[in-house]
């Protein structure tokens, strides 16, 4: 049902929220008693006090997940059977959206429209596909010696941790848990201290749709708490997505401990080309607005810089400046935002300094660059573009995680190409442009996972992998491609 914006605040106020650990089947209490304050950024309000897991509760969530897995409790079960109690759990988070919907835009500040629309709808719909996948994938029969059998099949990895970023909370919880549970696996989600709540509470919907007890845990809590588990002698995988210097520590730690499987989901500074041949400049233009200020700039694949050529700069501009006043920080609550509140304080400082950099850097500023609605006690940035004279300003070059846009103009496609790959991350990228053979030989050349064509982030499709190149991370999520992450390939062959 569509609610009206004084309805989302009257369900705000009577939200029930759980905020404790989730450890081998029930909500528990830190054991030592710690806990942190969860922030709405929109309104500077505590809205709960979350259980701070200590070193012993990620010790006793180990030992169960080690536990349930030996027993074969999931990783016994059929193919089948683990896929039908997963669509449970996805039908589960469909019947619960209204209030993880809300759990997010208060934990995290995106508007609630997204939350209704991407957030957890996409969820559940990581968790229903691969659910129906995993009974359709199967071993190889390798071509050997015709005295021998030689089989290559797939096993659960064992104990994998989720290291899960504040962004997206529950969407990018899912691309981890999703796949990891439907190849037998037990999980430990260890969501961000800036936006735990609703892994927290899916938990209990994972439980309640059949999950066995120690098999989907939830460990809230800060860095330490990944740092545990990244040097965890009994935990086999860890995936993380954040920060590529986040991510290089947790590789550290897996090396010093015991060599367990890391994959990682890192940074981005994507470059959005737009060429004189764009089919359509407004079009374009209106992409590389929401490339950059949907989530309120904070992903990490956001089309952080736009490349456009020096021929068709003047309109390009025009209509960028139009699209960009679409995309005005609201009330997270009210449905008709656009964007949000930036998640917390050190992030909206962060993003600030990088202004503040801009404007001494030499760059124009074009529009915004302010903070907005302090008197709601929130955290709200203008949609900020900066035209920025050479591609080599540290505003054109580092990841702000905001809603701040870079733009560069170059003269012909080999200069477009050479700035988009100059860079240490290679996450995702765009081209536009009318011509087939050119939007072929440009994607070729662009060092991304992903790349665009007369769009921008578009494909929710759990078909398409999902990963970077360079300092973007390893391996993929998404896709049957992420089952590789959460399964070890044996050999066995036998003499006949």
Request: hydrophobic share 45%; proline share 6%; aromatic share 6%.
């Amino acid at each position: 049902m569509d609610r009206s914006h004084a309805e989302w605040i009257a369900q705000a106020a009577e939200l029930k929220i759980e905020s404790r650990a989730f450890i081998d089947g029930a909500y528990v209490d830190a054991a030592d008693g710690r806990c942190f304050d969860c922030i709405d950024p929109a309104r500077g309000v505590k809205l709960a006090r979350v259980s701070w897991s200590a070193p012993s509760d990620v010790d006793a969530a180990v030992a169960a997940a080690r536990r349930a897995f030996d027993a074969g409790v999931w990783s016994g079960l059929s193919p089948r059977a683990r896929g039908g109690i997963l669509k449970r759990f996805a039908a589960l988070i469909r019947d619960n959206a209204d209030e993880l919907a809300l759990l997010e835009t208060l934990d995290m500040g995106k508007p609630i429209a997204d939350s209704l629309s991407v957030d957890i709808p996409g969820a559940a719909y990581c968790v229903e596909w691969f659910a129906e996948a995993i009974d359709k994938t199967g071993g190889e029969l390798a071509p050997v010696d015709p005295k021998l059998v030689g089989l290559v099949s797939r096993e659960p990895i064992g104990v994998v941790a989720a290291v899960v970023p504040w962004n997206f909370p529950l969407l990018m919880a899912s691309w981890k848990f999703g796949p990891a549970l439907a190849a037998g696996n037990a999980v430990i989600v260890k969501p961000s201290e800036k936006s735990p709540l609703t892994a927290i509470r899916v938990a209990g919907l994972a439980h309640e749709a059949g999950i066995p007890a120690g098999i989907f845990q939830v460990l809230p809590g800060a860095g330490d708490v990944g740092q545990q588990l990244a040097l965890h002698p009994d935990v086999d995988c860890l995936a993380f997505t954040g920060s590529t210097a986040v991510g290089k520590r947790i590789a550290a730690c897996a090396a010093e401990s015991n060599l367990k499987r890391v994959w990682l989901e890192l940074g981005g500074k994507s470059p959005n080309i737009v060429l004189a041949d764009c089919p359509d400049i407004e079009a374009a233009a209106r992409g590389a607005a929401a490339a950059i200020f949907f989530n309120m700039g904070e992903m990490c694949t956001a089309g952080s810089r736009v490349l456009v050529q020096e021929s068709i700069r003047a309109p390009f501009i025009a209509a960028l400046l139009a699209a960009a006043r679409h995309w005005l920080p609201g009330d997270p609550l009210d449905p008709d935002s656009t964007m949000g509140a930036i998640v917390d304080t050190l992030q909206f400082d962060k993003v600030l300094a990088h202004i503040d950099q801009g404007r001494r850097s030499g760059a124009k500023l074009l529009c915004g660059g302010q903070p907005v609605r302090r008197e709601s006690g929130g955290l709200f940035i203008e949609p900020t573009i900066f035209d920025c004279p050479t591609p080599d300003l540290a505003l054109c070059r580092e990841e702000i995680f905001g809603p701040v846009l870079s733009l560069i103009t170059f003269s012909d496609v080999e200069q477009a190409i050479a700035i988009a790959n100059d860079s240490d991350y290679g996450l995702a990228a765009a081209v536009w442009t009318a011509d087939l053979s050119t939007a072929h030989r440009v994607s070729r050349r662009l060092r991304a996972g992903t790349v665009w064509v007369n769009c921008y982030d578009e494909g929710g499709d759990m078909n398409l992998p999902f990963g970077g190149f360079k300092q973007s991370g390893n391996g993929r999520d998404k896709s049957l491609h992420a089952l590789d992450k959460y399964t070890e390939l044996k050999t066995t062959l036998i003499k006949l």
